[in-house]
């Protein structure tokens, strides 16, 4: 059974940074890219950034720069290292995979930006 726990979200002050990680279990981790998504009240969830099963990376324009996005296929771990966050980074952070053709959901972590 394919299982995504996300960890690692908090408040933080405008300027601050988190590290989210997400460990997966249940299936083959290092052949199937990642995403991290995130959906702020009243908002459709959205991709922020991807990495593919090879370690390429992609980000979505309001987070370049300022997110990365990395894995540990050793640890079956996908981390998003958050810097400059701003108040609008807001969210709850899930990170998603398709594999066999099914899509996969963890069960968010929360990330709120105030000072």
């Known amino acids: 059974q394919v299982q995504l726990v996300e960890s690692g979200g908090g408040l933080v002050q405008p300027g601050g940074s988190l590290r989210l990680s997400c460990a997966a279990s249940g299936y083959i981790f290092s052949i199937f890219g990642m995403d991290w998504y995130r959906q702020a009240p009243g908002k459709q969830r959205q991709l922020v950034a991807g990495i593919t099963s090879g370690g390429s990376a992609n980000y979505v324009d309001f987070v370049k720069g300022r997110f990365t996005i990395s894995r540990d296929n050793a640890k079956n771990t996908v981390y998003l290292q958050m810097n400059s966050l701003k108040p609008e980074d807001t969210a709850v952070y899930y990170c998603?995979?398709?594999?066999?053709?099914?899509?996969?959901w963890g069960q968010g972590t929360q990330v709120t930006v105030s000072s």
């Open positions: 998603y995979c398709n594999a066999w053709g099914t899509s996969y």
